[in-house]
């Protein structure tokens, strides 16, 4: 593994964060799609993209300065890695910061599977070495839809950090819960406009994901809405033909039940489960430090 970052023991790595090195970070883009989409590139003192790169995506209509990514861009950076977090662009060219609800919603789930593709090439085109992708909550199951159809011999491992899973029929509960309402009618009208090749009609006064009235797609709704097996993360691994790391947080009460999912198929190989105590969703304060421990011993081992 030539990630600089692999050269460091854990205690290094701890020595490391105590002391500020240079800060080299620049935005840098790419078009894709007839957008122009941005990522912030984070190098560690003395390394270049051709050291190795940590590709990292943000979670559900979020951003790659949210807390949890910037924390980890800078204690990775203080530990020698490189990395490199994108922002979707959820069809916003050039987008910054969290979506904003009143926007209609033309985006898709899937949208961000090409992205990530599309940042793998830029990354082999600049010359990096060995990438490991990196995604956090939604972006965490992007990640790895992209990772278990990915042909890349770049692609070394995967961090999948609280990604999300979705059983059959979780999303109609999910629904109710959030908005007091059933799934079933709203997505029986997109569906059908879909079906007849109108996925691209706007449906007014919709509750979207976490956007209450807002408008949406009727392709956006059934992508983010319908019954897609690949939502559901744990059922990707199978898929994924590099290691394969999951973090979970003990106190997470956005990605549930993460730990017992995962533990049938957790073998400490190809696909290691490392549970953070005490942590929740987002990883706060020490638990950030945990987080990128983890993440270096496993790249250590790859």
């Known amino acids: 593994m030539s990630l600089t970052l692999a050269r460091l023991t854990v205690p290094g790595l701890l020595l490391a964060l105590s002391l500020a090195g240079a800060t080299r970070a620049e935005e840098v883009t790419l078009e894709h799609d007839g957008l122009t989409l941005n990522g912030n590139l984070t190098l560690a003192e003395g390394t270049t993209l051709a050291d190795g790169v940590l590709l990292v995506t943000h979670g559900t209509l979020a951003h790659n300065a949210m807390e949890i990514i910037e924390t980890l861009q800078g204690l990775l950076q ?3 890695i490189n990395s490199l977090a994108i922002n979707l662009g959820l069809g916003i060219d050039n987008r910054h910061g969290m979506y904003d609800c009143a926007t209609p919603h033309r985006h898709r789930h899937g949208d961000a599977v090409a992205e990530i593709g599309a940042w793998v090439a830029w990354l082999n085109a600049q010359g990096a070495g ?4 990196v995604g956090h909550s939604r972006g965490g199951n992007q990640t790895a839809w992209y990772a ?5 011999p770049k692609i070394k491992g995967v961090i999948l950090i609280a990604p999300m899973t979705r059983e059959a029929g979780q999303a109609a509960g999910g629904y109710r819960k959030r908005f007091d309402k059933d799934l079933g009618p709203v997505l029986a009208e997109a569906q059908a406009l879909a079906d007849a090749g109108k996925g691209g009609t706007l449906m007014a006064h919709v509750d979207f994901v976490y956007c209450r009235d807002t408008s949406a797609t009727a392709g956006a709704f059934v992508s983010y809405h319908g019954e897609e097996p690949r939502l559901n993360t744990p059922r990707l691994l199978a898929g994924i033909h590099v290691p ?6 003990s106190e997470d009460d956005v990605t549930t039940g993460l ?3 995962l533990e049938p198929m957790a073998d400490g190989g190809k696909v290691r489960l490392v549970v953070i105590d005490g942590a929740d969703h987002f990883f706060r304060d020490l638990y950030a430090e945990e987080m990128a421990e983890a993440m270096v011993e496993f790249i250590q081992g790859l």
């Open 78 to 80: 203080e530990g020698g």
């Open 130 to 133: 060995d990438i490991v992708l």
């Open 148 to 152: 278990s159809q990915a042909s890349s």
């Open 244 to 249: 394969v790391l999951v973090l979970a947080g």
């Open 259 to 261: 730990p017992e999912k």
